[in-house]
């Protein structure tokens, strides 16, 4: 596990997070594929206009929606102090991302704000509350888009990482599943930027994270998910979330993508089996099946999440962070980093973030 393996895991996982997010702005939120395949053809093979009259019109190919402007607000933050500093993030959602929304869905950076985005504008810039009762019951994955960063700072520390991105996912929802889900993403994410595979076995090492008090999740089952004997005491909770079967999803994704008997194809009818919109409970079987079945091929994996028409946004961006950890950013396709934006600077940013991980 040498210094140089984890930053490039790290910088691939952040880049692919923005590389998906651009990917998907063009055809993103059609849920009727035909319509999809109307527009863009059978195959999106790389960034795109979005059409006159949808999502993001007036973008170009190859720029960020509202989610990568969030992200890169947090990648800055993270940079800067060199820490995940609470007060210093929400001074920039204050300062750069608030005061370009006008609380209505089709407004601010990218043409388009979230749900939980909207409420927590209200809460705040409306109703003048401060940071920490602005959040709402949004069971979206926009948490995760943003605090996949915080994850990837604290790779090294499960405790820390899972402390923080609690921390930071509650300012904007609060419903206790979206947090645990949000969580195990992240501690998922961070064994990869470790350098652990997206395999059948990962559940197991977030498991002994759990046993050994590093992540605040319950678990009454001994190993191998074994059930208690009569007499064992209840053991004392790691923490706040009841169960953990946040941590167990990933496994029975990469068990899917083992099992011969098991095939989506193509790859990304992904969404159709686990569903197209937006709930967290989508889009994380949807990523984490992508991520395995694709562990070291970043082009198939996120032009497959893509394809997949629906929510293909947030699907693009945690398979793209997923896969990016497992493959490194020296195996995501020139084209890509090339085609994004503003990618010279966005690497910068990244290259200061990944040089925090210790």
């Not at 060199?82 to 929304?101: I, S, T, V």
């Amino acid at each position: 596990m040498t210094t140089t393996a984890i930053r490039d895991r790290a910088k691939g996982a952040l880049m692919g997070a923005l590389i998906g997010d651009a990917l998907a702005l063009g055809p993103h939120w059609y849920y009727d594929l035909e319509e999809l395949r109307r527009d863009y053809g059978e195959w999106i093979s790389d960034y795109t206009d979005p059409k006159p009259g949808r999502y993001h019109a007036g973008l170009k190919a190859g720029q960020l929606s509202q989610a990568g402007f969030i992200l890169t607000l947090m990648l800055a933050s993270l940079a800067e102090c060199g820490h995940y500093d609470e007060a210093d993030f929400c001074r920039r959602m204050d300062e750069e991302l608030f005061p370009l929304l006008d609380g209505t869905p089709v407004s601010g950076p990218g043409g388009y704000t979230s749900q939980s985005i909207r409420e927590a504008w209200r809460r705040r810039v409306q109703k003048k509350r401060p940071w920490g009762q602005t959040g709402g019951h949004a069971d979206t994955t926009e948490a995760i888009e943003r605090t996949l960063a915080i994850a990837i700072r604290y790779a090294l520390h499960p405790k820390q990482l899972a402390q923080k991105v609690a921390g930071n996912t509650v300012l904007t929802q609060t419903d206790e599943t979206v947090v645990s889900m949000t969580v195990a993403y992240g501690a998922v994410l961070g064994l990869l930027v470790q350098g652990y595979a997206l395999d059948n076995q990962i559940s197991a090492k977030l498991m002994d994270l759990v046993k050994s008090g590093e992540l605040p999740f319950h678990a009454v089952t001994g190993d191998n998910l074994e059930p208690p004997r009569p007499g064992d005491p209840d053991p004392p909770r790691a923490g706040r979330f009841a169960s953990p079967d946040a941590l167990l999803t990933p496994s029975y994704m990469a068990a899917a993508v083992e099992d011969s008997d098991i095939r989506i194809e193509p790859a990304w009818k992904v969404s159709i089996v686990y569903g197209m919109p937006c709930a967290i409970y989508h889009q994380l079987p949807a990523a984490y099946y992508l991520a395995a079945r694709y562990p070291q091929d970043f082009e198939l994996a996120i032009l497959h999440a893509v394809n997949g028409g629906g929510q293909n946004q947030a699907r693009a961006i945690l398979t793209g962070a997923l896969v990016g950890a497992q493959a490194g950013f020296s195996r995501i396709p020139q084209r890509f980093v090339d085609g994004l934006k503003n990618s010279a600077t966005l690497c910068s940013l990244v290259n200061r973030l990944t040089a925090k991980i210790r």
